[in-house]
């Protein structure tokens, strides 16, 4: 099996970013994260993960939407490596 790289788009809880932000980077370790203004003040997290292609992005993304202070998350790219 090969590695998988996931991209996914995290929005925080209303004035939670950093929380977010910080949650995510203990509890989960991912490979890559930045923070992204998008529009008059809202912030993403953008958190990239590299994985063993059986583990599946699923199980992330209910890791994810789990850690305190994350709203909402979305896949935005998922491709081999």
């Known amino acids: 099996m090969g590695k998988v790289a996931v ?4 929005y925080a809880e209303d004035g939670m970013e950093s929380e977010a932000k910080k949650n995510i980077s203990e509890q989960l370790k991912p490979t890559a994260m930045q923070e992204e203004e998008i ?10 993960f590299v ?3 059986e583990q599946g992005s699923s199980k ?5 939407r ?3 202070g994350v709203r909402e998350v979305e ?7």
């Open 75 to 81: 896949v935005m790219e998922e491709s081999l490596v």
């Open 60 to 64: 992330l993304e209910e890791a994810l």
């Open 51 to 53: 994985y063993e292609d």
């Open 7 to 10: 991209l996914f788009k995290v």
């Open 66 to 68: 789990k850690v305190h």
């Open 39 to 48: 529009a008059f003040g809202i912030k993403i997290l953008k958190v990239m």
